[in-house]
């Protein structure tokens, strides 16, 4: 079964340095792989999605990344700012309805 | 405006007593889920639809029923709620592949 694993679990960064998020999953048969950010009491909000032939997605000051191979992801946001602060959760489709999700990485901004 | 939508938002019930929560998408999607987010486990697929009439148990099908009669609404059935499924339950929808788009959340208590 895919386990999807996100390190660290919380983090704490000091406005204008890069974040740097890593998922890890277990089976490296997947269609893609997506990040979101989710803000306390609120929904998901879907940031890049890459899928499985690409090797990386960007939008603005996110960078994400995908090898497969060795079932790595990574997401970048560059000179992080206290709006970033949310929980980032990454999920893979192992099969092309299903989606499992990593338990996330709490990011926290100070000023 | 582009959107999930989820009714009711919060919801508080008592064990036995069947109740439906409603998910609803603007956006012509076939794709639709629905999910529960618990405290130390994440996110969880109950079921998930390819399109109308096309239906798949996600990894804690149990307890729960779905039906997709028309292509923008997908509700989520507990014929007998328990206080095991108490739980915040989210509703995504996507065009095949793509990036999912999160409703705003359902907060369920069972007593």
């Known amino acids: 079964k895919q386990e999807v694993t996100q390190i660290p679990a919380a983090l704490s960064v000091p406005e204008g340095e890069n974040l740097v998020l890593n998922c890890s999953f277990t089976d490296s048969a997947i269609y893609n792989l997506q990040w979101f950010r989710q803000d306390p009491g609120k929904g998901l909000t879907s940031l890049l999605l890459i899928q499985s032939s690409q090797r990386e997605q960007t939008s603005g000051r996110l960078n994400a990344s995908l090898d497969k191979s060795s079932g790595r992801s990574t997401l970048y946001i560059a000179a992080s700012q206290p709006g970033d602060s949310a929980t980032y959760l990454c999920a893979v489709r192992p099969s092309w309805g299903k989606l499992q999700f990593g338990a996330g990485t709490q990011v926290v901004v100070t000023p | 405006e582009a959107q999930v939508t989820q009714n009711p938002r919060y919801l508080i019930t008592v064990t036995g007593k069947k109740l439906t929560v409603t998910c609803s998408q603007n956006?012509?999607?076939?794709?639709m889920s629905w999910y529960r987010q618990d405290p130390g486990l994440g996110l969880r697929q109950i079921y998930y639809s390819m399109n109308v009439e096309v239906t798949d148990k996600g990894d804690v099908p149990e307890g729960y029923k779905v039906s997709r009669k028309e292509k923008r609404n997908f509700p989520l059935i507990l014929e007998s709620p328990s206080p095991n499924q108490t739980s915040l339950y989210f509703c995504?929808?996507?065009?095949?592949?793509?990036?999912?788009?999160f409703g705003p959340g359902t907060r369920l208590t069972v007593t």
């Open positions: 956006m012509n999607h076939e794709y």
């Open positions: 995504a929808s996507s065009l095949s592949g793509q990036k999912q788009y």
